[in-house]
């Protein structure tokens, strides 16, 4: 058990581009949530999974931001065209089956900057 | 909407003990957890309530009061190490977790 893996650490970027962020959550874990958090702030929930499966997704999250687990293991964020108010870390989180469903495991998180 | 509230900054000497508060105001609850995040880290799970009252996991305690949407966390012997933020966060219908605005604790030797 290595714990949830989130790559990059850093990623610094233009306003415009497209990004992608990846996230290993803790093998066997079938749920996965990504969420953003500023500085001062709590995280804030994007979206989450059951295996493969989008349960649900933010309705304040623009349609810019899309994310996928196409295998029920990693995940992947993208944000497009992206702006600076996207700057924030991107949190990713998992539980499985048996563990208290408020018991989330965080990565360390993905430190987004749109210049 | 929901809403979360706590306190923005607490301080304490070490060996103090030091309570942290939250009300919420959500759609749906299905239960209220406290998470510890230190500077430049992941946050980590420190509790849960899902009935009213207290539950103690070491020098840590939280309670909660459904009637009065509100819960506490309780950090006795204060050390360093503890200095961090500290969010409630509410298990609403959805199965998610909502996040409060976090505390932030100072601990002083």
């Known amino acids: 058990d290595t714990g949830v893996s989130q790559n990059p650490r850093h990623k610094i970027t233009k306003r415009g581009q497209n990004v992608t962020f990846r996230c290993d959550p803790i093998s066997e874990h079938n749920r996965l949530y990504w969420y953003r958090q500023t500085l001062g702030q709590g995280p804030e929930f994007l979206t989450y999974?059951?295996?493969?499966?989008?349960?649900?997704k933010s309705r304040l999250l623009s349609d810019r931001f899309s994310a996928e687990r196409p295998k029920g293991s990693f995940s992947t964020l993208e944000i497009q065209r992206t702006e600076q108010g996207d700057s924030a870390m991107y949190l990713c989180?998992?539980?499985?089956?048996?563990?208290?469903?408020?018991?989330?495991?965080f990565g360390s998180g993905t430190q987004l900057s749109v210049l | 909407g929901q809403s979360l509230e706590q306190p923005s900054e607490v301080t304490a000497v070490e060996g103090a003990i030091v309570q942290i508060n939250c009300t919420y105001q959500?759609?749906?609850?299905?239960?209220l957890s406290w998470y510890q995040q230190h500077d430049g880290g992941a946050p980590t799970f420190l509790s849960y309530n899902g009935l009213d009252g207290l539950e103690e996991t070491g020098r840590f305690s939280s309670f909660l009061s459904r009637s009065d949407s509100y819960g506490y966390l309780l950090l006795q012997e204060l050390q360093m190490k503890d200095s961090a933020s500290y969010f409630c966060?509410?298990?609403?219908?959805?199965?998610?977790?909502?996040f409060g605005t976090g505390t932030r604790l100072q601990v002083f030797p």
């Open positions: 999974f059951q295996n493969e499966a989008q349960l649900e």
């Open positions: 959500t759609s749906g609850f299905y239960g």
């Open positions: 966060a509410v298990t609403d219908e959805g199965d998610k977790l909502i």
């Open positions: 989180a998992s539980r499985g089956t048996g563990e208290l469903n408020e018991k989330l495991f």
